[in-house]
């Protein structure tokens, strides 16, 4: 098969012909048919993610089950299947509730620890494959079913864990990234009420179309004033941060309200201060929200598949154009999503 090939940390691609995969005892292989692109992949492919090399990088993917070893549960020969991203046990006491990003035995992640989908096909154990609804026309929307199992189900649990409901007033911080334009497509479709805050002013069209009553830089002399009078001067009940830098953080904080919720993702690993006495007056909350459960993924597709959602994807290349899509997303450039069709 042929595959994109990560040979070292910050190297660009190689296409190679390499051995088809087989799966052992417990594995199914798919055909892949498009694969996504964002950050966290380009976190991998520039070096700041160690992995062992040769990898194959690559996890929001659409394709068809070739090859079943072992008990399959819904999936057959053809099945149309997407990816949980997280390898996980599947028996431990977070695991058993539907909360396996918190597995006591967690194995690493697709496209990290094994390979991913930036390849003809792809080897996963037979639990990581997600079968596709009947009414998503896959085939003519194959990037943008591929994204769904991340772009979208990464909001849709922070939805969940932050308790947002239509009554908040919600920032989102990096709105115009890929996670960013789905988080405000997913509150608009739940009628909550959100802003826009990103860097770069030429996503705020984007942003504003997908959802935001309005977006602003970070930098804006006059944030506050304007977050003010969103909040008809309560502030914010929700902010959202995608960017979870040491400055982002802090400005989440501080333009929180009463009882408001700060939710991180993506995590930079770098100390933030908040007010202490904030924390206590306000009853502010900070929390962590990490990628999506097995039931949020077969929930968001479920939401595509009823026409309540369909994922922003901008850019669609493929193997020959992934070096140049890799740039774009590792200078910011993509607004929404982008991936590539195999």
């Not at 539907?98 to 991913?116: H, M, P, Q, S, V």
């Not at 902010?239 to 333009?255: H, N, Q, R, T, Y």
Request: proline share 3%; hydrophobic share 40%.
């Amino acid at each position: 098969m042929k595959a994109l090939l990560l040979n070292g940390p910050g190297k660009p691609f190689s296409i190679e012909t390499i051995e088809d995969p087989t799966p052992e005892k417990g594995y199914a292989v798919a055909k892949v048919l498009a694969c996504g692109s964002g950050l966290t992949i380009q976190h991998v492919k520039a070096g700041r993610i160690i992995v062992d090399y040769p990898r194959i990088i690559g996890h929001e993917i659409i394709g068809e089950i070739v090859e079943i070893n072992g008990e399959s549960g819904d999936l057959v020969i053809g099945s149309p299947v997407t990816a949980f991203f997280y390898l996980t046990c599947g028996y431990c006491r977070w695991c058993n509730i539907d909360r396996e990003t918190l597995c006591d035995n967690f194995k690493g992640y697709i496209g990290r620890e094994i390979d991913g989908g930036y390849s003809e096909f792809i080897k996963l154990p037979i639990e990581n494959f997600i079968k596709i609804p009947q009414a998503i026309d896959y085939k003519n929307n194959l990037l943008e079913t591929a994204v769904v199992c991340d772009a979208v189900a990464t909001p849709l649990k922070v939805i969940k864990k932050a308790r947002i409901n239509s009554f908040d007033k919600v920032g989102v911080i990096g709105a115009g990234g890929g996670l960013g334009i789905h988080m405000l497509k997913m509150l608009n479709l739940n009628n909550i009420s959100s802003i826009g805050i990103d860097t770069k002013t030429e996503k705020f069209e984007v942003c504003n179309r997908n959802g935001a009553e309005f977006s602003i830089s970070p930098m804006d002399n006059d944030l506050k004033n304007k977050i003010n009078e969103f909040s008809k001067g309560c502030d914010l009940d929700v902010v959202i941060d995608f960017v979870s830098s040491k400055s982002s953080l802090e400005l989440g904080a501080s333009i929180l309200g009463k009882g408001g919720r700060l939710v991180t993702l993506g995590g930079s690993g770098e100390n933030f201060l908040a007010n202490s006495s904030d924390m206590l007056v306000k009853e502010l909350e900070l929390i962590g929200s990490r990628y999506c459960t097995k039931q949020e993924l077969k929930e968001s597709l479920d939401l595509f598949a009823r026409g309540l959602i369909k994922p922003l994807v901008s850019i669609k290349t493929n193997f020959n154009g992934a070096e140049e899509l890799h740039n774009k997303i590792e200078i910011g450039e993509i607004t929404g999503r982008a991936g590539i069709l195999i």
